[in-house]
């Protein structure tokens, strides 16, 4: 039987965080799952080595005994007996770390999923609401920083189109200089017209350098919002991920509340079956006529005057039993479902 998971509501002492418990979580299912694998590593050298040991020790056995004993060994055979017992002792060596690594593993394994058997966090309405508006504000972040980066890109945009153009002055001064060569006197009007060129040279110039600088700055701005962008959606990722083991504790949360009211309503129930059956007791002992008047029965519903109790039926099932007002195995979850999720949903939670 699983263990019951505290409830959210009006408890007393603090849980860990969603993230240290999925953390936690996670850490120890790796941990199990890094054990068992090393588990089968050590498997795997302990039985060449058992292989190794048995065949070193036959053929160190058979050599003793061809010649009798230990002691019998021709000197010319010393060598190959110290090599099989070298064979069978250092295989041994391994055997047993294996073994204790074995039972080391199996004692961390067990400790390990003994902490994720206990390990519990649960969620109540308000948990799922803070979720929600921690997913909410992450969005909306994530909206702000986007509008920001278009307006800085707006802002370099309208900075490339208030880069001023020179005008015409050139092709004036141009001119004059042409008429002067051809005789005239004009070198009034293209020394006021060079100045001119000139005003209007370093006044571009300028606008560029401003221009630059507004570039500059907007594009830097654009890297640090990106930058901030990355790292919301990279925390809004996190958050999505958690939402399966926070649903998970919060509908177990709800099926505990559920559980715990219909234990109280069946226990209420047979109480009251059971004053029903003292009181036929009563009528087939005191009436006239028991078998007539008695207001249970095996093959009947329950009979009583002014009452009208109606036993669960589903067409083309086997008859439910008399007293049965409700056989459960008949309960379509598609009927009871959308009530259930209005229920929840009526509380603000949108993410079921």
Do not use: W
Not at 68 to 81: F, M, Q
Not at 196 to 206: F, L, R, S
């Amino acid at each position: 039987m699983a263990k019951p998971h505290k409830q959210t509501e009006g408890r007393t002492s603090p849980q860990p965080s969603l993230t240290h418990y999925i953390n936690r979580k996670r850490l120890l299912e790796e941990k199990v799952r890094r054990l068992r694998a090393e588990g089968f590593t050590v498997a795997g050298r302990i039985a060449p080595a058992q292989m190794a040991a048995g065949d070193a020790a036959m053929r160190r056995n058979s050599l003793v005994e061809h010649f009798g004993s230990v002691e019998k060994v021709p000197d010319r055979r010393k060598g190959e007996l110290q090599e099989l017992e070298g064979v069978i002792n250092t295989n041994r060596e391994v055997i047993v770390k294996g073994r204790n690594r074995e039972q080391q593993i199996s004692r961390e394994i067990a400790e390990a999923r003994e902490e994720l058997e206990t390990l519990r966090y649960t969620a109540g309405f308000q948990d799922v609401l803070d979720y929600q508006a921690k997913v909410a504000d992450a969005e909306q972040q994530i909206e702000d920083l986007r509008a920001a980066i278009a307006e800085q890109k707006e802002t370099i945009s309208d900075a490339e189109d208030a880069i001023p153009t020179p005008g015409d002055l050139k092709q004036q001064r141009d001119t004059l200089r042409a008429e002067i060569a051809m005789g005239a006197e004009k070198q009034g009007e293209l020394a006021a017209v060079e100045q001119a060129v000139e005003e209007e040279a370093t006044a571009i110039d300028q606008a560029r350098i401003d221009v630059e600088k507004t570039i500059s700055a907007a594009r830097q701005t654009i890297a640090g919002l990106g930058r901030k962008v990355a790292e919301v959606e990279a925390a809004l990722v996190t958050l999505r991920a958690q939402a399966p083991d926070l649903l998970l504790a919060f509908l177990l949360n709800q099926a505990e509340d559920v559980c715990r009211k219909y234990e109280q309503a069946a226990h209420a129930v047979a109480k009251q079956f059971g004053q029903l059956k003292a009181i036929d007791a009563l009528i087939c002992k005191h009436a006239p006529d028991p078998y007539k008047n008695a207001i249970m029965g095996l093959t009947r519903p329950i009979n009583v005057p002014g009452v009208s109790i109606t036993p669960h039926q589903v067409a083309g099932t086997a008859p439910t039993l008399p007293d049965m007002l409700v056989d459960g195995r008949y309960i379509s979850a598609a009927d009871v479902l959308v009530p259930e999720l209005d229920r929840i949903r009526s509380h603000g939670v949108t993410i079921l």
